[in-house]
């Protein structure tokens, strides 16, 4: 079975601040992709980044960065220098090839000015 | 428009009451999903469909139907409406992986369904 923990129900940061999303997987399949998501106040799920399991590398966009640990089955996600725009629920997520995504319950990150 | 739509966007109805929420796809995606977004648990997989006239249960199928007579829409039946069945649903799509490759889940913007 598969298994997606954001055990950080909720976040508050000043702006500026620098924030780290945890999410930590399970699963037995050797071949998988790990996604995260956010939800700004509107409601619509935005897709922020994809990722296969074999590759670790990690990525930056902008101010965002992902840290994908195989050893810890973590996917981390960083905001650097927060703003307000920021203020959102992610969600990561994790899925076989095609197949449906496992989504943990998200963390709802608000960032104050 | 090129996307994925769903309606109606808001919905109350009362227990016992039969609805259907719509999801339309217009990129021939394979995959198509319903999730329901409960507070304190996140998403949750109700039903999803690999391919026209194939489905599958997902976490939370009980008092829900679903059908797929066409690649491009998937609605989602609630045949007698409960409260505990309020919630916002989502209906997604997804390409069909190739080699390596896999694509993103598309949402729909949600259905918020009351029920009284």
């Known amino acids: 079975a598969q298994k997606v923990t954001q055990a950080q129900t909720e976040i508050s940061v000043v702006e500026k601040e620098d924030v780290t999303l945890d999410c930590v997987y399970e699963?037995?399949?050797?071949?998988?992709?790990l996604f995260w998501y956010k939800q700004p106040p509107s409601g619509e799920l935005v897709f922020l980044i994809r990722r296969n399991s074999f590759d670790e590398q990690n990525e930056i966009s902008g101010r965002y960065s992902w840290n994908f640990q195989k050893s810890t089955s973590s996917f981390n996600f960083t905001i650097t220098a927060s703003q307000v725009v920021d203020s959102a629920v992610y969600f990561c997520?994790?899925?076989?090839?095609?197949?449906?995504?496992?989504f943990g319950k998200g963390t709802k990150l608000t960032v104050n000015p | 428009d090129a996307g994925i739509t769903q309606s109606p966007r808001y919905k109350i109805t009362e227990t016992g009451r039969q609805v259907t929420l719509m999801c339309h796809q217009t990129w021939s995606h394979s995959y198509m999903f319903w999730y329901r977004q409960d507070l304190g648990h996140g998403l949750r997989l109700i039903y999803y469909?690999?391919?026209?006239?194939?489905?599958d249960k997902g976490e939370v199928p009980d008092g829900y139907v679903v059908s797929r007579s066409k690649t491009e829409n998937f609605p989602l039946t609630l045949e007698s409406a409960t409260r505990s069945q309020t919630s916002v649903y989502f209906c997604?799509?997804?390409?069909?992986?190739?080699?390596?490759?896999?694509?993103?889940?598309?949402f729909g913007e949600g259905s918020r369904l009351t029920v009284l």
């Open positions: 997604a799509s997804r390409k069909l992986g190739q080699g390596t490759n896999t694509g993103e889940l598309f």
């Open positions: 469909s690999a391919a026209a006239d194939i489905t």
């Open positions: 997520a994790l899925s076989r090839r095609s197949e449906k995504l496992v």
């Open positions: 699963t037995r399949d050797t071949t998988y992709y």
